[in-house]
């Protein structure tokens, strides 16, 4: 029998405490925003090609997942190891079951629109589905289950991308390129910070056999390649911050679409881009449980 135990820890002693849980046996740790879907949520970000300006969340959750009769020693040792005294805020049962299954059943083919559908690699395809992208849960974010993301791509396919050249800012696993290539786009480029995102795009564009490039960001700030449509699904600090970065990058009489903006940030995000030009007139193109997608041409103000 498992267990898993939630634990609560300051600061960066999070990362100290969950590399001592596995070193004293943990089966699985993660680590989350103790206050994550609040109104203290504090994001971890950095501008792409620098470093975060903070490391840890001022309170962090960490989920301990071990074997039952050996739980207690572990957290007891690895306390012990790291010098600190972590809150168990709750401990729950957990039936042995086949995780691989488990995990699968959780991503199931999802439907974009009448067309465009995002299709695990171990499900078949639907017989309706005219483009399909082929993707499975990995190290880099974008499975098409996000409202975030299916927001993008629904944008994507409503306005057509065929000859168009592509810039996925903050690609993640590659699903935002690869599904503009699939749907008819010509250049496509994606960028990301983070390096396993970048392999991971790689591996998942030729598994779809698409042509997509990706670079990390501070190769991509030495040229002054524009295109003709800029995507960037992140969150709405970084998005603000990234304002003139990802304005450059719009061709004239190109489109920019942002997500990762809960509906009651949208007004600022599009205030922020607004100043920094006025030419681009972003509004809410659509939004989806709680989550708003901003878009709009150069242009059009």
Same mark, same amino acid.
């Given at each position: 029998m +498992?267990?898993?135990? &939630?634990l ?15 070193e004293?046996?943990? +089966? ?5 925003d103790?206050?994550?879907? &609040? ?7 950095g501008?792409?090609?620098f ?19 050996s ?16 809150t168990?805020?709750q401990?729950?049962?957990? !039936? ?11 991503f199931m ?5 009448e067309?465009l559908?995002?299709v695990?690699?171990? /499900?078949?395809?639907?017989? /309706?589905?005219?483009v ?5 849960p ?6 098409g289950? /996000? ?12 306005n057509?991308?065929a000859?168009?050249?592509v810039?996925?800012?903050?690609c ?8 503009a ?7 496509v ?7 396993q995102?970048?392999?991971?795009a ?16 501070q190769?991509l700030? +030495?040229s ?5 449509i ?5 969150l709405?600090?970084p998005?603000?911050l990234?304002?003139?970065a ?6 004239? /009489?190109?489109?920019?679409?942002l997500?990762?903006i ?15 030009d006025?030419?681009?007139? +972003?509004n809410?193109?659509?939004? !989806?449980?709680?989550w708003?997608?901003v878009?709009?041409t150069?242009g059009t103000?």
């Amino acid at each position: 029998m +498992l267990v898993e135990i &939630t634990l609560n820890a300051d600061g960066l002693c999070a990362e100290a405490l969950a590399d001592a849980l596995l070193e004293c046996g943990a +089966l699985s740790v993660s680590i989350q925003d103790a206050s994550a879907d &609040t109104s203290e949520e504090q994001p971890l970000y950095g501008e792409p090609g620098f470093a975060p300006s903070r490391l840890a969340w001022p309170r962090s959750r960490l989920r301990v997942l071990a074997q039952q009769d050996s739980a207690d020693q572990i957290i007891e040792a690895a306390a012990l190891a790291a010098n600190l005294r972590p809150t168990i805020e709750q401990r729950v049962a957990v !039936e042995d079951t086949d995780w691989v299954r488990a995990s699968q059943s959780q991503f199931m083919p999802t439907r974009i629109s009448e067309r465009l559908w995002i299709v695990p690699s171990w /499900h078949t395809t639907p017989a /309706h589905a005219a483009v399909v992208v082929r993707l499975d849960p990995g190290v880099a974010f974008g499975t098409g289950t /996000h409202p975030t993301t299916r927001l993008c791509l629904a944008w994507l396919d409503e306005n057509g991308t065929a000859g168009a050249s592509v810039l996925d800012y903050g690609c993640g696993s590659g699903i935002l390129a690869i599904a503009a290539a699939k749907l008819g786009a010509g250049v496509v480029v994606g960028t990301d910070v983070d390096p396993q995102a970048i392999a991971a795009a790689r591996a998942n564009s030729s598994a779809n056999g698409v042509a997509a490039s990706y670079t990390d960001p501070q190769r991509l700030r +030495l040229s002054a390649t524009t295109y003709d449509i800029v995507l960037a699904n992140i969150l709405s600090n970084p998005l603000k911050l990234l304002a003139p970065a990802l304005l450059a990058r719009v061709a004239p /009489h190109g489109s920019l679409v942002l997500a990762g903006i809960l509906e009651r940030q949208a007004d600022d995000v599009i205030e922020t881009y607004r100043l920094a030009d006025a030419t681009l007139a +972003l509004n809410v193109w659509r939004s !989806e449980d709680g989550w708003a997608c901003v878009a709009g041409t150069r242009g059009t103000a």
